[in-house]
C-alpha cells in the first residue's frame, strides 16, 4: 500500500483546478454520486415502490402526479443529503487514516482540497432548503418535521 502524504497541521491541501463553488462541489458531487448514475437510481427506486403500491391496492390505471415528480425529486435529494453528512462524520477520521498512511483515505475530496468543509456546509443548507421546498404541497408544517431533529 502506498503512503499518503498528508499536512502535519491537518489542513488540506489547496486546490488550484477549482477557484468558485459551484465547481468544487460540482466536481465532488461528479466524484462521489455521479448524476448520471444515482439520479436515474432515486427516479427508479421511488417509482417502483409509489407505482407497486399503486397496483397492489388495486388502482387501475396506474397514476403519476405532481406530488409523485416531488416525491421522486426528494429521494434523490436526500441521497445527496445523505452523502454530505456522511463526509461531516467521518472528516475527522479520514484525516486520521489518511495520516496513518492509508491511501485510501488520503484521496477523500476534503483532504486533498478539491471541496472544503465550508463547501459541504452550504451544500447541506441549499439541499435542505430545496427538500423543504419540494415538500410544501403536503402542507407547512410537515416538510419541515423530518429536519426538527437535526
Known amino acids: 500500500m502506498r503512503a499518503v502524504r498528508v499536512p502535519k497541521d491537518g489542513a488540506p491541501r489547496e486546490s488550484k483546478r477549482r477557484a468558485h ?32 403500491t399503486q397496483a397492489l391496492v388495486g388502482h ?27 463526509e461531516f462524520k467521518d472528516a ?10 492509508d491511501a485510501r483515505f488520503g484521496l477523500r475530496p476534503v483532504l486533498t482540497g478539491d471541496v472544503t468543509i465550508g463547501d459541504l456546509a452550504k451544500l447541506r443548507r441549499i439541499l435542505i432548503g430545496l427538500l423543504l421546498a419540494t415538500g410544501l404541497p403536503l402542507g ?7 429536519f426538527a431533529v437535526f
Not at 460540482?26 to 407497486?52: D, E, K, S
Open 92 to 101: 475527522e477520521n479520514d484525516l486520521r487514516m489518511a495520516r496513518a498512511g
Open 60 to 86: 387501475s390505471p396506474l397514476v403519476w402526479t405532481v406530488r409523485a415528480s416531488l416525491g421522486a425529486a426528494s429521494i434523490v435529494l436526500i441521497m445527496y443529503l445523505m452523502r454530505v453528512w456522511d
Open 140 to 146: 407547512f408544517p410537515w416538510p419541515a418535521a423530518a
Open 21 to 52: 463553488w459551484p465547481w468544487r462541489v460540482g466536481g465532488y458531487l461528479q466524484r462521489m454520486l455521479p448524476p448520471a448514475v444515482f439520479v436515474p437510481l432515486g427516479l427508479l427506486q421511488f417509482a417502483t415502490i409509489y407505482l407497486a
